[in-house]
C-alpha cells in the first residue's frame, strides 16, 4: 500500500504555499500531481518542478489513470503528497482505488456559476458537492484546511 501522507483539492496544484508549507509540515518527501493535462504539459510541470526542488522534495506528473495504475507500485521509502485540481479527479482517484482516508480541501477559486462553501477560499457548483458527497459515502473523511495551522473544518 502506498504512504501517501496527504491528499489535497487546490485548484492551483502545486504552488509557493504547497511547496513552502503543506510539504514540510506533512513529512512528504515526493508530490504526485494527478492531472490528464498537466501530465503533458512540459511548461507547467517546470513552473512545479522548480517549487518542489526549492522545497526539497520530488515531483511526478501523472495522468488520472496513471496515478490509478502505478500509486500502488510506490516504494515504502517514498511519503506521498498528493494533489488534484479538483473533486471530480479525487473522486476519480477515489473510485479507482487509491487508498485515502482523508482528503484536504484547499483552495477553490471563484468562478462563474461556483458558490462559497463553508470558507470563504472554497467555491462549489453543485457537480463539486457531488463528487465530495459520494466521497464521503466511500468512507473518506474530507475536511477545509487551507493552511497547515488553520483549524480543519469536517465536512
Not at 56 to 67: A, D, H, N, Y
Request: net charge neutral; aromatic share 6%.
Amino acid at each position: 500500500m502506498p504512504d501517501i501522507v496527504h491528499a489535497r483539492i487546490d485548484n492551483r496544484l502545486v504552488h509557493g504555499q504547497v511547496g513552502n508549507s503543506w510539504v514540510g509540515a506533512t513529512g512528504a518527501n515526493l508530490v504526485v500531481v494527478a492531472d490528464d493535462e498537466v501530465a503533458v504539459d512540459p511548461i507547467q510541470k517546470s513552473l512545479m518542478k522548480m517549487t518542489a526542488d526549492s522545497s526539497g522534495c520530488g515531483i511526478r506528473f501523472f495522468s488520472v489513470q496513471k496515478t490509478i495504475d502505478v500509486i500502488g507500485k510506490a516504494s515504502s521509502s517514498q511519503h506521498i503528497f498528493l494533489i488534484v485540481q479538483n473533486p471530480k479527479v479525487m473522486r476519480a482517484l477515489v473510485e479507482g482505488g487509491v487508498p485515502l482516508k482523508e482528503v484536504n480541501v484547499g483552495n477553490m477559486h471563484a468562478t462563474p456559476g461556483k458558490r462559497v462553501f463553508r470558507e470563504s477560499h472554497v467555491y462549489v457548483d453543485d457537480n463539486d458537492v457531488a463528487d465530495i458527497e459520494a466521497m464521503k459515502e466511500a468512507g473518506v473523511k474530507l475536511y477545509i484546511q487551507i493552511l497547515p495551522g488553520d483549524k480543519k473544518i469536517y465536512l
